[in-house]
């Protein structure tokens, strides 16, 4: 027999659980393992005909074969049935929103989600196997929907949640018998139990937290406690409250928490109860009203969290200006910030007043240009210490109508808190960008992050790491693993480049980690900026946050200290402006203040601000860079503003050097991506601003194509240490003259060397490929032309010659490069030659008749050595 069951004190939830399960095991029967709610009881009374379900005491529990169990997974809540999840011939179903706990029935197979309500889980099973459902069950699927969502006003409700009732409604649900069931009003027992809960309500402060706790006795036992609860908590708006009330010797508890710091479902479990992290309910047997209580408060002494305050969710260090700035600096400070405030501060670095954008442009329009700042800035600043807690700063910028506060000890400015401060605190960080604050699959759980840290890091780097986090713990630093590395943990991909920000002197915190860690520190002091290089090799990029502004396009940026949130700002993609907490407890948790996650899921590249690629054009070339590497897509807006760039020409205001930087990046990435990348720059028109006539020609595509094909072959058969770039620039610049190459490789500012590379690329290498095909295919020929050239100009040989060459260059790097003659210019002396270039002309003869085999040891070397001494006295 299959039997399905949810829980004892039945609500809609578990009802349309338990029918919507039916529709998937239509053999199984409904059983009631206890109490039903009243307005539950109130819809099975009208519905009776319909819905079949049997008391526990009719089921022969010794014929169950198989269990379903919905919105539940712990046996102590299915009563009598507990035993029958426990025996092990029993086949046990799982389907639950609720969070598991180590009460879980252990041999169950779990389908639980975490969604809203356990009705959206099966709901969405009967939809995608095309299961038939009436108006009636779908209207009692929105009732369980809505119940355990608040209609999908409560925190906990997903997107999933929302597309089943959607599905409902086109399947006839009728809302007027939701609205009916579900807004119940309270009976007259009920209604006396909240006045008196109301009346013994009181406050505890906790960690600063305000907890309220209503106590109440009644002789009769009163049902709905938890409505009840909820129905104080609306009116008196109260953030949390714990309702306890003793009826016939038992305590029930009801908790409800709109607080984050509260997590009901964790310190109801202490009391053997639980629920969701915002409501849940206990029941305590052979207590009394005062023993409950004190066990609640040890509770929430140990559990709730500590209020969130100013002095966490501050942004620091800020920007000031001092009180004798004059108007005309402060107002072009305020222009290459963007700011549309400044704080004022006086020898004492004490805050003296506020300065905004109005300030400075009524100054100005009355011509006091020349006037300091001190004239004319607000000296009446609402402000907080660092100890406010999040409510007292959101009531005084509710109150005041302003969107910062700054926060100040001993009226020295440590912070501001900002109107997104408070949002992403109240709301998680990546709520302004439109998606769940809350879990699912567009954020990552701290551990979660932890998990790809284990897995995707080397066990040397994580102890690394756990270093960092204990150093920045016990010198109270903030510290977080910047860039690359974070996208790729994401990705799934290797990367080792690891850089950390500090909040605070990077530099100071690079040496207490060196240290630590017994590894030699260099500093760059203008930059804030320092590298840990360790006894194994292995480096870490430590760097102080940091803001930056462009005083004009394509400038280098002006940069000062800042805060992470700000230096993540200054960087070029989403993508790359995630970071990962290091420091203490905070270890492993991910900040994505501007949807990184969210476009890794969409596969976007995505710049920060409009204004990006004017400020840094570079960011171009990065963005085709990763467009290719990850096989991304420019969203549409950046590649709007991208083209947009390129038309304003801003792209050849960069310094040339800036712009070779970002084309060896490129190169360097493996074949194909180089030849797509190029491919894209035209696309976007880039091509012809790194020179007027550089196209990409069909000649130049069927080149990039053997690049791709051969490139792989020819590092592995040259085997050096040689720069993988080149190539692919002496591609790129193949179709120019040489002249305009020369001058190309000198306006880019490459070494010698490599300019002097690429030239034998575009000159040298064609006309050896001709002589190669052309002439006999000697060795000592063959070799006398592949000899000078180096190794970047031989694998572009190599790649670019055809089958015939490549197994020419194949045999000289496998035979031919590294024979050497035995004699040497000591042997020329002793035969009476004197030192003369004749030296080099004899020892090359000499290598040329050993490579065609014409001789084979030192003996005849030495014999055709004189020979050739000989003729040369002779001459």
């Known amino acids: 027999m299959d039997v399905i069951v949810g829980h004892v004190n039945v609500d809609f939830d578990a009802l349309a659980s338990m029918v919507a399960a039916k529709k998937l095991y239509p053999e199984a029967v409904m059983v009631f393992t206890g109490s039903v709610n009243r307005n539950v009881h109130e819809f099975i009374t009208l519905h009776g005909d319909v819905l079949e379900v049997m008391e526990s005491r009719a089921i022969d529990k010794e014929s169950i074969t198989r269990l379903i169990v919905v919105d539940n997974r712990i046996a102590d809540r299915i009563g009598e049935f507990a035993e029958v999840a426990r025996r092990s011939d029993v086949e046990v179903f799982v389907y639950d929103h609720h969070p598991g706990s180590e009460h879980d029935m252990a041999n169950a197979s779990d389908y639980s989600e975490m969604t809203g309500a356990t009705t959206t889980i099966l709901v969405k099973l009967i939809h995608g196997k095309g299961i038939p459902i009436s108006p009636f069950e779908a209207t009692l699927f929105i009732l369980g929907i809505y119940e355990d969502t608040g209609s999908l006003n409560f925190p906990g409700t997903t997107y999933e949640d929302a597309d089943a009732v959607a599905y409902l409604m086109r399947e006839g649900a009728d809302l007027t018998v939701v609205n009916h069931f579900l807004v119940q009003q309270l009976t007259p027992p009920q209604h006396e139990l909240m006045t008196r809960l109301l009346a013994g309500m ?20 009163v049902k709905g406690a938890s409505l009840i609860t909820s129905k104080l908590v609306e009116l008196e708006n109260l953030g949390v409250l714990f309702a306890l009330v003793e009826m016939r010797r038992r305590v029930v508890v009801v908790g409800i928490s709109r607080l984050q710091q509260v997590d009901v479902d964790d310190i109801l479990s202490g009391l053997n109860g639980g629920g969701h992290a915002k409501a849940g309910s206990a029941t305590m047997r052979d207590h009394t009203l005062e023993s409950a209580k004190q066990a609640l408060l040890r509770l929430l002494e140990q559990k709730v969290g500590p209020m969130v305050t100013a002095g966490e969710i501050m942004s620091g260090p800020v920007r000031t200006m001092h009180e004798d700035t004059p108007i005309t600096e402060a107002s072009k400070r305020m222009e290459l910030t ?105 954020g990552y759980s701290r551990a979660e992050i932890l998990e790809r840290m284990q897995a995707g890091l080397p066990g040397d780097v994580q102890s690394m790491l756990k270093t960092v986090s204990s150093a920045a713990a016990s010198h109270g630093y903030n510290v977080f693993l910047v860039g690359g590395v974070v996208r790729d943990l994401l990705l799934g991909f290797s990367n080792l480049d690891l850089d950390i920000v500090v909040e605070g002197e990077g530099i100071e915190f690079a040496r207490i980690l060196a240290a630590e860690l017994k590894a030699r520190v260099r500093s760059h002091r203008k930059f804030g900026t320092a590298v840990v290089i360790l006894p194994t090799g292995r480096r870490i990029d430590v760097a102080t946050a940091r803001t930056e502004f462009y005083e004009y396009p394509a400038a280098l940026p002006t940069i000062e200290m800042s805060s992470i949130r700000q230096d993540l700002y200054r960087r070029d993609f989403t993508i790359n402006a995630m970071a990962i907490a290091l420091s203490g407890d905070r270890f492993g948790g991910l900040l994505d203040y501007f949807g990184g996650v969210r476009d890794l899921e969409r596969r976007h590249v995505r710049i920060l601000h409009n204004l990006s690629f004017v400020e840094d054009p570079t960011r171009i070339f990065r963005a085709v860079r990763f467009e290719e590497r990850y096989g991304f897509r420019m969203e549409s807006q950046t590649e709007m503003l991208a083209r947009r760039a390129v038309e304003m020409e801003i792209v050849g205001k960069l310094t040339n050097a800036r712009v070779r930087d970002e084309l060896i990046d490129i190169f360097s990435e493996p074949p194909p991506l180089p030849f797509h990348a190029v491919e894209r720059l035209e696309e976007l028109g880039t091509l012809h601003i790194l020179h007027p006539d550089l196209i990409m020609t069909s000649a130049m595509r069927g080149r990039f194509r053997l690049l791709e094909r051969y490139m792989g072959e020819a590092w592995e058969f040259i085997g050096a240490e040689a720069k993988f770039w080149l190539p692919g620039i002496a591609v790129l610049l193949s179709e120019l003259p040489l002249h305009e190459v020369e001058k190309w490789c000198n306006q880019m500012r490459f070494k010698r060397e490599d300019a002097n590379t690429i030239k034998q690329c575009h000159d040298v290498v064609p006309a050896i490929i001709e002589s190669l095909l052309q002439g006999d295919a000697a060795a000592s020929r063959i070799t006398g032309l592949l000899d000078p050239l180096n190794n970047e100009a031989l694998a572009y040989l190599y790649i670019l010659g055809g089958p015939e060459i490549r197994g020419m260059v194949e045999t000289y790097l496998k035979r031919w490069k590294n024979i050497s003659i035995d004699i040497k210019g000591e042997d020329l002396a002793e035969m009476g030659l004197a030192p003369s270039p004749a030296y080099g002309e004899i020892l090359n003869q000499v290598r040329k008749e050993l490579l065609d085999g014409k001789i084979s040891n030192r003996e005849e070397e030495l014999a055709l050595a004189a020979e050739l001494i000989r003729q040369k006295k002779q001459e």
């Open 338 to 442: 963007g700011h549309t405030a400044f704080p004022v501060i006086d020898d004492s670095s004490r805050l003296v007043g506020m300065i905004s954008r109005k300030d400075l442009d009524k100054a100005g329009h009355h011509g006091l240009g020349h006037a300091p700042v001190k004239g004319f800035m607000s000296r009446d600043i609402v402000h907080v210490e660092p100890e406010a807690s999040l409510q007292e700063i959101q009531d005084l910028m509710i109150h005041n109508a302003i969107g910062r506060i700054p926060v100040l000890s001993d009226r020295k400015l440590l912070g501001i808190v900002t109107r997104k401060d408070i949002i992403r605190a109240l709301h998680g960080q990546e709520y302004l960008h439109g998606f769940s604050p809350e879990g699912g699959t567009q």
């Open 202 to 221: 009181e406050q505890r402060r906790i960690r600063g937290v305000l907890i309220n706790i209503a106590t109440a006795r009644t002789e009769e036992y």
